[in-house]
């Protein structure tokens, strides 16, 4: 597998650490973040391929950071956490660009799974726009 | 409690129904009675005083005819030729031939001499002087005298009447003796009915005609004394006991009075035919209202308790909802709180694995310990966010999907998820389905939740061998609404259980076999598709749901 850029933002320090941890154990670039504004921070200094994004977060919602995220970097792809049970954050979410979402607590295997899922289809729009 | 409340009031409304119908019946009927009574008390009355006055003026008018007869003969007839005993005669057999009543006749002079006399007892009465008697002085002052009736020596109730005439200065007396029998007559035909009877008395209460039953002739009367009347008396009276209906009339000449007695009971027998039909009529319409009321009572009754028990029984519906749509919020929130420390610790442990599977921990002494620990909490983990999404799902309610569903294939399809089980338990499921059952517009994915929940249910309560009953039907008596029975043999639930069976988290499964939301759930769910669950249970015979889905 390619090693591709991960990059985690959630307001929760420990799942982000965790998070990170394990995506680095499997072979991956891997960031974390712990509010959006500092998400979207890193995005801008590094070319991150797939942002895994909780909906629920102090001073700046998931949904906004994806609209910021989509503005920025319209390629990279999304995925959205939505611990807070309301699917119409996940659906609002699909129609603004986001890849899927997923709900709390995700099993590591299930969240990794998306996460290739989603970097291949980064690859393939990549390949469709040049 | 309920019933006896019931049971009051229904008391209450028969009282009052009865007293506001019965009391004006019965009012009713009493002035009805007293207005009869009276109507028919002033008719009797009346015409015992017409029947009275006709026999008075009967009675004074054979008196008038008779003084004035005598009149006539003393007025045109001259003293001398009438003391002729031949002549005198001629004129007694001449009043004879028009009235038997006359008995004799005689001429007296003014000093009391019987000068002439015709009649059956001349050799005693020819030369009779009444100078002393009181008649002769009655008669001289008053013009005209008529006794009282006596026997004397005829032995047969007569009376006289005395006028006088005055020639050339000479009073002179004209004096007849009248058989009394003819009054007997006039007045025995005011004695009506059986015990009615009539009679005249002087002015010293002494009998002048012969009555029925009040006594004997020249005595006094067995009745109340009506010697001294005035006027007109018309009265019940009590005589020795006796009630008595009583009317007096003076006569004027002679000074009698007739009294007439009937027998109140005989005059208001008829009445009496009249006061049955009343009572009759009475009696029929109080036992018509008492019946009435008795019925519309119970019925209003009935009505009430139908409707009090409705209104209670959807408000416990309107409490049900809102006590779930509270919790509904409740378990979505804790459930949301719980799902970040729980992805947080799925994820350390999932760390942990990772670390655990570089060598050198692998040869570690207690690799397989530690392995198993986070296989364990992974394990369980996974168990609390089953049960965190299922609160989601519960709380969020989701936008349902509608499209026309068939109820008895969608039960059918449910039926094959859960046929494994039940043949693996040895219980068997009877289906009735009902062809015609229409389709409906619904979310099919949640109703197939629903059913799958009680389905699911009712194979645990039965447990072992046994059996469940799945019928579909068109509700008979709301065609608005499809039924869907669900019914198991199991051991049933308790009172206590039952109240509480949709409440969310409550279970009497152990806690690893089921988490108190299944039937919490599926309330919610059919609660939102317009439906609603009912239970019942029979502790020991089984259990019943009824799923109502709107036939919309």
């Known amino acids: 597998m390619d090693r591709f850029r991960v990059l985690v933002i959630d307001d929760e320090i420990d799942f982000v650490e965790t998070m990170v941890k394990r995506l680095k154990d499997r072979g991956l670039e891997a960031d974390g973040a712990t509010s959006g504004p500092e998400g979207l921070d890193l995005l801008d200094n590094k070319d991150v391929d797939v942002v895994v994004l909780d909906v629920k977060m102090p001073k700046m919602s998931g949904i906004e950071v994806l609209r910021e995220i989509k503005k920025k970097k319209p390629l990279t792809e999304v995925i959205m956490l939505t611990g807070h049970g309301s699917v119409e954050a996940g659906i609002q979410g699909l129609q603004l660009g986001a890849y899927n979402y997923v709900m709390k607590p995700v099993p590591f295997s299930e969240l990794l799974t998306l996460i290739v899922q989603a970097y291949e289809r980064k690859l393939i729009e990549q390949e469709r726009d040049s | ?552």
């Open chain 2, 1 to 552: 409690m309920f019933h006896k409340h019931y049971e009051t009031l229904r008391i209450k409304m028969i009282v009052m129904t009865l007293g506001f119908s019965l009391i004006p019946l019965l009012a009713l009927g009493v002035t009805i009675y007293y207005q009869f009574n009276n109507t028919f008390q002033n008719k009797i009355t009346e015409s015992l005083r017409t029947l009275a006055q006709n026999r008075k003026s009967s009675i004074e008018l054979f008196f008038d005819e008779r003084i004035s007869q005598l009149n006539t003969i003393a007025q045109t007839h001259s003293f001398e030729r009438l003391k002729e005993e031949s002549f005198l005669t001629k004129v007694f057999n001449v009043m004879q031939s028009r009235s038997k009543s006359f008995i004799d006749l005689g001429v007296i002079d003014s000093d009391g001499n019987h000068l002439a006399y015709v009649g059956p007892y001349s050799e005693k009465l020819k030369s009779v002087n009444y100078a002393h008697e009181d008649w002769f002085q009655a008669v001289q002052s008053t013009g005209v005298y008529v006794s009282d009736v006596f026997l004397g020596f005829r032995k047969v109730p007569h009376f006289i009447i005395a006028v006088t005439s005055v020639e050339n200065n000479r009073v002179w007396i004209l004096r007849a003796t009248i058989n009394s029998a003819i009054i007997d007559e006039i007045v025995s035909g005011a004695q009506i009915g059986k015990r009615g009877d009539a009679f005249i008395i002087n002015r010293k209460n002494i009998l002048q005609t012969t009555p029925r039953f009040a006594g004997n002739l020249l005595e006094s009367p067995n009745s109340p004394d009506f010697s001294s009347s005035r006027g007109t008396t018309i009265e019940l009276m009590s005589f020795k006991g006796e009630e008595s209906l009583y009317g007096a009339i003076p006569i004027s000449n002679p000074q009698w009075v007739l009294v007439i007695r009937e027998d109140p009971q005989e005059e208001m027998a008829l009445l009496s035919g009249a006061y049955y039909t009343e009572a009759l009529i009475l009696g029929f319409g109080v036992i018509l209202v008492i019946l009435g009321t008795v019925f519309t009572t119970r019925l209003m009754t009935r009505r009430l308790i139908e409707a009090q028990k409705d209104k209670a029984k959807s408000e416990d519906l309107m409490i049900q909802s809102s006590k779930m749509a509270a919790l509904g919020k409740m378990a979505a929130g804790i459930a949301h709180e719980i799902n970040n420390p729980l992805q947080i610790i799925g994820d350390q442990a999932g760390w942990m694995k990772d670390l655990l599977e570089s060598e050198d921990i692998k040869k570690s002494e207690n690799f397989e310990e530690f392995d198993q620990c986070i296989n364990k909490i992974e394990r369980q983990v996974n168990r609390s966010r089953e049960i965190t999404h299922r609160l989601l799902r519960f709380g969020r309610r989701m936008e349902t999907t509608q499209e026309m569903v068939d109820i008895n294939h969608l039960l059918a399809e449910t039926i094959t998820f859960l046929e494994n089980e039940a043949h693996f338990r040895d219980i068997q499921i009877q289906t009735e389905y009902d062809e015609l059952l229409p389709k409906v517009s619904t979310d099919p994915n949640q109703l197939q939740q629903v059913f799958l929940n009680i389905i699911d249910n009712a194979i645990d309560a039965v447990g072992q061998s046994g059996q469940l009953r799945i019928r579909t039907s068109t509700d008979l008596k709301d065609p608005k609404e499809l039924v869907v029975q669900i019914s198991d043999n199991g051991p049933g639930i308790s009172k206590e259980a039952l109240s509480k069976i949709f409440d969310p988290f409550f279970t009497t499964k152990r806690a690893d076999e089921g988490t108190g939301l299944g039937l919490s759930i599926s309330y919610g769910i059919v609660e939102k598709l317009g439906g609603h669950i009912e239970v019942e249970s029979v502790e020991g015979k089984g259990t019943t749901f009824y799923v109502r889905i709107p036939n919309v």
